[in-house]
């Protein structure tokens, strides 16, 4: 997840041919839904937790001229509402 956070903020206002927009926004749809399902609090790469990771993913992507408004939109609304549900059940999950 930290690798492709990188390589999509290396290249957040030009897409390299190689890639496929839509393969990438299935995959951090699956990470999305993963996380919903199932909070990783335990799991942490470098001392950063998966939901942090989640975060910082969904951010950037947010941010990526590269994905449709509908992808950007989706990347928001996944944002926003798994911070909103970390803060109504904090011990559920890992507040942001």
Excluded at 16 to 43: G, M
């Amino acid at each position: 997840m930290v690798q492709l956070s990188q390589l999509i903020a290396q290249n957040i206002t030009s897409k390299p041919e190689e890639l496929d927009s839509s393969k990438i926004f299935n995959h951090v749809r699956s990470c999305y839904l993963a996380l919903v399902k199932t909070p990783f609090d335990n799991l942490s790469c470098h001392g950063v937790t998966y939901e942090q990771n989640m975060k910082m993913l969904l951010a950037i992507c947010q941010a990526c001229s590269w994905f449709s408004y509908k992808q950007r939109s989706n990347f928001k609304r996944w944002y926003e509402e798994y911070n909103d549900k970390s803060k109504a059940h904090p011990t559920m999950y890992h507040k942001w």
